[in-house]
């Protein structure tokens, strides 16, 4: 598994953003999904999570109404929409995947695989 994030860029408060994830033209199918994000200094941290088969969605509290995450299983990729974007989304977004589903979803150690980031960075 070779996890690419790709999509972040610069944009202003309340843009959009859709991040993009795929495994190196290979196929996701089986993994689960999640993204994890990493602000400057800080620790890094469950965004959300998409389920296989199902694509059951979780998401952590502070993105819920706003971020959208999804996966298309014909190009292999799993998508984070992230609209009303705010100055605290400021961060390097992750994407990883793990086989089978995890109870702790949200707990980074629980993935076997990760992408190299992208920067989302906010402006006020």
């Known amino acids: 598994v070779q996890l690419q994030a790709s999509g972040g860029g610069l944009v202003q408060t309340g843009d959009s953003l859709r991040l993009s994830c795929g495994n190196s033209?290979?196929?996701?199918?089986?993994?689960?999904v999640a993204w994890f994000r990493q602000a400057p200094g800080e620790e890094r941290q469950f965004v959300a999570a998409?389920?296989?088969?199902?694509?059951?969605?979780r998401y952590v509290d502070s993105v819920k109404g706003r971020f959208s995450v999804s996966r298309d299983n014909s190009k292999n990729t799993v998508y984070l929409q992230m609209n009303s974007l705010k100055p605290e989304d400021t961060a390097v977004y992750y994407c990883?995947?793990?086989?089978?589903?995890?109870?702790?979803?949200?707990?980074?150690?629980?993935?076997?695989?990760w992408g190299q980031g992208t920067l989302v960075t906010v402006s006020s």
């Open positions: 998409v389920r296989w088969p199902n694509s059951a969605t």
């Open positions: 990883a995947a793990r086989l089978n589903w995890a109870v702790d979803y949200y707990n980074l150690g629980q993935y076997h695989h």
């Open positions: 033209g290979r196929t996701l199918s089986g993994y689960q």
